[in-house]
């Protein structure tokens, strides 16, 4: 059988499909997936371990000793020292220092250092104490300090100075009653009677503020009534302003009565235009006087300087005078005086006798006239006494 013959252009085509066909199936995502997932991983070389007795450097590391248990309870002695906010600067400058140290240090501390410092700022405390305490308090502090030894300075501290400082509260609380408002003095009664230590040291330290500012605002509510223009002035602005307690007892204790002296200066000066003599002197010195001095003549010496000049207008102050002479050697004179609410004096002058003449008259014309018909009289009696001698004589 004869085989036809095969044709030479399709030969090359089954070789180019043949020489193509393994690159077309290894660029497939398929095939790149599983070669990839047969191909054995390189093994991972690990990094070279460290000695466990070889540092950073290859060096062997020496190993820190372990702290004795002694200087361990040391230490934490001392942190709890430090973490005490009622420890002194004395002890906790030398806590702070043995806590660097060595164990030695630490214990010289606790067992030596730390009584010394602990008695050195005590002994400051209660200088301190007795410098702002009362009479009780001063006292106590003083024999605790007279004594010398820890354990007086101890019980100072933990009982003596509030035992002391009860006492001088008590004393305090007392002084507050005097012009007390009535807030002050309910407050104070009560504690006065049931009040605890705790609850009188509050009041004094604190607390009489708040009660006291409200007697303080009643206590200028009730001044406007009867204050001057520049007082009234002076409580409004304030009470306008939402004093505060230390505002408010300023006030009361020191700024109304620098107001009121002013207006007390107005008052008095506008009286010496139309005063009489008296109440001009009084008011002048008042006005050169001091605060007291001007309240003073606004409440008696206006009235009595005014009572002074009226005394003064109503009896007159005129006097009179009249000289008589007769045929005879014998001259007499005669003075008259009028003081008070007319009533006038006459005497004559020189003579051992004195007689009263009476003025009727409200003013010194009719003094004046009393004083003449006093001395006509006078000269008339001269001149009968001279004819009584001629007839003796004759």
Do not use: C
């Not at 009489?208 to 509510?221: I, N, P, S, T």
């Not at 001007?294 to 009896?315: N, S, Y």
């Amino acid at each position: 059988m004869d085989v036809p013959p095969v044709k030479l252009p399709r030969i090359a085509s089954i070789v180019a499909t043949a020489a193509i066909a393994p690159a077309v199936l290894l660029s497939s995502p398929a095939f790149a997936a599983d070669g990839a997932s047969a191909t054995p991983s390189s093994p991972s070389t690990p990094p070279s371990p460290t000695a466990p007795d070889q540092g950073s450097e290859g060096k062997p590391a020496a190993d820190k000793p372990a702290e004795d248990p002694q200087a361990a309870k040391d230490r934490a002695a001392i942190e709890a020292i430090l973490a005490d906010p009622a420890r002194g600067p004395g002890v906790r400058q030398a806590a702070a220092k043995a806590l660097k140290g060595t164990a030695a240090e630490m214990r010289q501390f606790l067992t030596v250092e730390l009584a010394e410092q602990q008695f050195v700022d005590d002994e400051v405390k209660i200088s301190r104490i007795h410098n702002d305490g009362g009479p009780a308090v001063k006292a106590a502090a003083i024999e605790a300090l007279r004594k010398q030894t820890q354990a007086a300075y101890t019980e100072f501290l933990k009982e003596g100075q509030h035992a002391a400082r009860l006492k001088d509260d008590r004393v305090e609380l007392a002084r507050m009653l005097n012009g007390a408002g009535r807030g002050v003095t309910q407050a104070v009664n009560e504690l006065l009677d049931h009040g605890t230590r705790e609850q009188i040291r509050e009041f004094v330290a604190t607390g009489q503020y708040k009660v006291r500012a409200e007697d303080d605002r009643v206590a200028l509510f009730g001044m406007i009534k009867d204050a001057g223009p520049g007082l009234k002035e002076g409580i409004i602005k304030l009470l306008e302003g939402n004093p505060t307690p230390a505002q408010l007892r300023t006030f009361v204790t020191t700024t109304q009565h620098e107001l009121r002296d002013e207006d007390n200066k107005v008052q008095i000066a506008s009286m010496v235009a139309k005063a009489g003599p008296e109440l001009k002197k009084a008011a002048l010195a008042a006005l050169k006087g001091t605060p007291e001095d001007r309240a003073a003549f606004l409440k008696t010496g206006q009235h009595v300087a005014r009572a002074k000049d009226e005394g003064h207008g109503t009896g007159g102050g005129g006097s009179a005078t009249g000289t008589g002479s007769g045929t005879g050697n014998g001259a007499q004179q005669a003075v008259a005086t009028g003081t008070g609410k007319g009533n006038g004096n006459a005497a004559p002058a020189g003579g051992s006798s004195s007689g009263p003449l009476a003025s009727t008259g409200a003013g010194s014309e009719t003094t004046w006239m009393a004083g003449a018909g006093a001395a006509a009289l006078t000269a008339g009696a001269g001149l009968v006494v001279a004819n009584r001698r001629r007839r003796t004589s004759a």
